[in-house]
């Protein structure tokens, strides 16, 4: 397999990218952000007087959906509450809420999306004709010193978590700009057929049927895989790129990693490590080394970058105050 993969890549740069390492503080806004989706959690909703609706705010609202200029089933609904932000609504509807105040009359004008839930609406522009009846707010007491440094903590941890994260896709993706690959179209059909079939199995444990999706959306499975068609180069290119440097740079897995990699597989599946040992057949084991082998192959890069300017290295902070 290793050779098959070697001649679908001529490896490109690697060692010593000029790439500096993504922003990791936490900004002013999403610290506010967080705040605010605290209040929804622990506050209570406070009516408002005085101002127009905006975001984060739940307007109530009587509204009839119009479609060709008549009522359509379901479409309307009296003393609803809509929290504005969420997209609880179809995309745009919330947007034209905010700035109203209580009393106004606002036609709001959207459009379906092509593959919506429900075939007569799929695609159409729709008129929702909408009274503002009442605007609330959430309000919550004041955090502690002890809660605001427990919140900044789990944004930062997040924070680095996600910014770690990106930056290795962003230097993946600067050694397959400068690579060529020949890779048959075959393969890239394979790598969306298995994210398609990853997008099953993530529905299933959410509680959906897939062919119930299908059904209600009108996609296919084909569809599908035409929608995954571009994602899957990309995964392909990341695979063949760190396996070449690992094969390159003769990186290998250890047993101590293999195992500290089962002990997490077990974990993360809450099932004791014997279990799922008794379960590995040696394809699944080889896929494991290789996995181990990409992530190292990762961390070689990220460890030989070069930067031109040793500023780069340190964090823009952004203050909190």
């Known amino acids: ?16 990218l000029d790439i500096p390492r993504p922003d990791s503080t936490v900004t002013f806004e999403e610290f ?14 406070v009516k408002v007087e005085g101002r127009p609706a905006r975001m984060g ?11 060709d200029g008549e009522p359509f089933q379901g479409g309307s609904a009296q003393d609803y509450p809509l929290e504005l932000g969420t997209d609880e609504f179809v995309k745009g509807f919330e947007e034209q809420l905010v700035g109203k105040n209580v009393g106004d009359h606002v036609d709001v004008e ?33 955090m502690t010193d002890e809660e605001h440094d427990q919140l900044m903590k789990a944004l930062t941890d997040r924070k680095e978590f996600e910014t770690e ?56 499975e084909e569809k599908m895989m035409e929608n995954f068609i571009d994602k899957a180069e990309v995964r392909v ?56 082998r990409n992530r190292k192959a990762l961390n070689y890069i990220k460890l030989h970058v070069s930067l031109t300017k040793e500023s780069d290295l340190l964090p823009k902070i952004t203050p909190l105050d």
């Not at 969306?192 to 119930?212: C, H, I, S, T, Y």
Request: overall charge negative; hydrophobic content about 40%.
């Open 1 to 16: 397999m290793a050779n098959k993969e070697a001649k679908l890549i001529r490896l490109g740069k690697y060692d010593g």
């Open 32 to 45: 506010h952000k967080a705040v605010e989706d605290r209040k929804r959690l622990v506050g209570n909703k």
């Open 57 to 67: 705010d739940v307007t109530v609202i009587d509204f009839v959906g119009l479609l």
């Open 110 to 142: 959207v459009t379906f999306p092509e593959y919506y839930a429900a075939p007569h609406l799929a695609g159409k522009d729709v008129t929702f004709k909408c009274d503002i009846k009442e605007i609330q707010e959430y309000q919550a007491e004041e």
């Open 165 to 220: 994260d990106d930056y290795d896709q962003i230097l993946a993706d600067a050694v397959i700009a400068d690579s060529e690959f020949d890779v048959p179209q075959e393969v890239i059909d394979d790598e969306a057929r298995e994210m398609v079939g990853e997008w099953g199995k993530l529905m299933m444990r959410q509680g959906m049927d897939p062919n119930l999706y299908f059904s209600m959306t009108g996609l296919t």
């Open 237 to 292: 290119k990341r695979k063949l790129v760190l396996e070449a440097i690992a094969a390159e740079q003769n990186i290998m897995a250890t047993i101590a990693e293999i195992n500290e990699y089962m002990e997490q597989l077990a974990k993360a599946a809450n099932m004791e490590l014997e279990v799922l040992r008794s379960h590995m057949t040696g394809e699944m084991l080889r896929e494991t080394e290789k996995e181990i």
